[in-house]
């Protein structure tokens, strides 16, 4: 673990002795997108409710949510999703909070 392992890209550098990181993560980017863009398919979007419906609500973009609930399989409720999205809650909590908590803005770092 070198001192690029704070910077962007350090992972890639020190294992592959790489020293434009950036510019091979812009390729990554690039790759991937052409990647979906000409090989996974077209999925059309479902049909627009009709004109008399009535809209969600005030909280309707909590709808989004309802697919971490825990399923019924098989007799058993599944807490995979559940967990999954509680994780990645708190990996981005820990990540905005883990500097200003730590007062780490020293940029020698």
């Known amino acids: 673990m070198g ?7 350090g992972i890639v550098a020190d294992t592959f002795r790489l ?3 950036f510019q091979v993560t812009l390729g990554l980017l ?3 997108t052409l990647f979906s863009a000409f090989f996974l398919p ?16 005030w909280f309707s ?3 989004s949510f309802h697919v971490f609930l825990p399923r019924k399989v098989d007799g058993q409720r599944r807490w995979s999703l559940f967990a999954l999205g509680i994780g990645e809650f708190l990996a981005v909590l820990r ?15």
């Open 3 to 9: 001192r690029h392992l704070v910077a962007g890209g």
């Open 19 to 21: 020293i434009n990181t």
């Open 42 to 57: 077209y999925i059309p979007s479902p049909p627009a409710p009709a004109a008399g419906s009535k809209p969600g609500g």
């Open 30 to 32: 690039i790759f991937s």
């Open 95 to 109: 990540s905005v909070h883990a500097a200003p908590s730590l007062k780490v803005d020293d940029p020698k770092i």
């Open 61 to 63: 973009f909590l709808s």
